[in-house]
Structure formats: C-alpha cells, structure tokens
C-alpha cells in the first residue's frame, strides 16, 4: 500500500514540473517566432515550431496524466491506463512529422541562402537553453518510469540541443559570415529528431498492439511453470502490457490429476509469485483445465 502511495506522490511532482515546463515553453515560442521573423534565421524559427510542438505535447502529457488516474468504472473497467500511452503515441508522431517538414524547408534554404541577423540568434538561443535546460531537469526523475513523460523530457531534451546548434550558428554567422550554417543545423535538427521520435513511436505502439513486452520470453515462462508439480501443460498464454507498470499474463493450465480447488490456490500463489519475482508480471489470470484435449500448441487464435 505504501508503494502505492508513494507512486502517487510521484505522479503529482510530475504534473506539477509538467505545468511549469509548459509556460516556459509558451515564453520561449512567442519570442522566438518573432526573433527569429526579424532576424530571418530559419533556424530559429524551425527551434520555435519545435518549441511549439513541446508546448503540445506538453499540453497532452499533461492532460493524459491527469486522465489516466481517473477510477475504474463499469463502462472503462481498467480506467484510463492506456491514456499516457496514446499520448507518447501521438507525440512521437507529430515529432516526426515536425522534423520532416523541418529537412524540407533547411534543404530549401541551403539552395536559397538569406541574410540573417545573428544578435538576435544569439541572444534568443541562450534564452531557449536556459528555459528549456530547467524544464528537462524538472522531468528527467519521471522519464526514467514513465514513457507519457519521457516523450514529453525528449521533446524538450531535444530542444535544448537544437537551441545549443542555433547558439552555434548564430556565433558562426556573427564572426565568420557563414549563413548556410543556419541551414545545416536545422538539417541536422530534425535528422536527430526523426530518430528519438522513431523509438518513441515503436515503443509505445507495441504497447497498443498489445504486444509481449520485448524483455518477456513466453517460451522460458513456459517452461518455469510447466516445471511445478501436478502441471502438464499450459496454453492459451497472452501477455501484455496495460502501460508503464503493469503487466498482465492470461493462460490455460492443465492438471495431471483432479485436484482440488484449495490445492489450485495454493499453486496458484506460487505461479503469482514465480511470475512477478521473475518477469515482473502483476496481473495473473489462470484457467485451470483437467482431461480436454490435448494442447501443444503455446498461443491459440480464440
């Protein structure tokens, strides 16, 4: 009960560094639109377009954490749970629709080359760092447990990096005229964010599909509980994983004998206990079977 509760804690520390991220982020948006409009650094304004997919993403990272601990009801017997996941899904996706459109305007630019205003650059790519440099420490504890707030820590991670770059090229231009610099970064900007949207999409996809959790291996599972006692076989497995934490295991098990309901609770416990010392496994689900068919075959199509 008392993990329980600390988790609970956690998860308001998040939402709270959450809300402030999201201001800073609003701040650093607007002044960097309009810097980077008077300063014509496409840099700029590719980091205030990622700035302004953060403050999105933060808005439904937000938003999403909030729902997700809504209580269980007759109509949403799980609750929300899947909620912080959708999020990461669709702030995965938007990341890598952002880069993309990111890569065209920059190969753009470099064939077209336009003077910039590297002041202005400077200065506002200092203010990006020190915004967005805060936000990331406020949520980094929670993106190591959480993948609805790490895809919002990697947002704005990886706009800490891209105002690094723009800093970069504005010194670039100031002391060396070198414009298409500008240009190579936002290049390279959204290179980098295609990849760390790409694992994000991945990850919480598979969470959607309903996929085994890529560390669980059935067979090996398979395998430690047909080792038990009076156990001849198990079928049927399904397991998944509901979101960040918890996962959820369903299987048929067939008896050598007819045994009797309070030895199958007894079993039952050390199946439980086998599955979450071992595989992290929280939710265990066990259909017991004596003298059907025979299976062999591990996962069968209902």
């Known amino acids: ?4 509760h600390h988790h609970h804690h956690h998860h308001l520390g998040d939402e709270k560094n959450l809300l402030i991220s999201i201001v800073l982020n609003v701040l650093i948006t607007l002044t960097q639109i309009i810097g980077g409009f008077f300063a014509g650094s496409l840099a700029l304004i590719s980091d205030a377009v990622h700035n302004f997919s953060d403050v999105v993403s933060l808005v439904i990272s ?41 890569i065209i305007e920059a190969i753009k630019r470099i064939q077209n080359p336009e003077p910039i205003n590297a002041n202005i650059v400077i200065w506002l790519a200092l ?8 936000s990331v420490l406020l949520l980094q504890k929670g993106s190591h447990s959480n993948m609805n707030i ?9 706009d800490m990096m891209a105002s690094v770059a723009v800093l970069f090229g504005g010194l670039l231009i100031k002391y060396f005229d070198i414009y298409w610099v500008d240009s190579a970064l936002t290049f390279g900007i959204g290179v980098y964010l295609i990849k760390m949207g790409f694992d994000l999409l991945k990850s919480s996809f598979n969470v959607l599909m309903l996929f085994t959790p890529e560390d669980i291996k059935i067979k090996t599972i398979v395998k430690e509980i047909e080792s038990i006692e009076s156990i001849t076989n198990i079928h049927h497995v399904h397991v998944w994983q ?17 045994i009797q309901l309070s030895e199958f609770d007894n079993i ?3 199946i439980e206990l086998l599955l979450h010392d071992k595989f992290s496994i929280h939710h265990v689900n066990i259909q017991p079977e004596f003298n059907k068919c025979n299976h062999s075959e591990i996962i069968v199509q209902h």
């Open 242 to 258: 509901l979101n960040d934490h918890d996962i959820h295991l369903e299987a048929h098990i067939t008896f050598s004998h007819n």
């Open 1 to 4: 009960m008392s993990h329980h």
């Open 62 to 102: 937000y938003i999403a954490s909030k729902v997700s601990k809504q209580k269980a009801s007759l109509k949403k017997t799980f609750g929300n749970k899947r909620a912080e996941i959708l999020a990461a899904f669709i702030n995965a996706s938007s990341l890598i629709v952002l880069a993309l459109i990111l």
């Open 268 to 270: 039952l416990k050390e």
């Open 127 to 134: 203010l990006g760092i020190l915004f967005n440099g805060f």
């Open 150 to 158: 790490k895809s919002a820590y990697l947002h704005l991670l990886s």
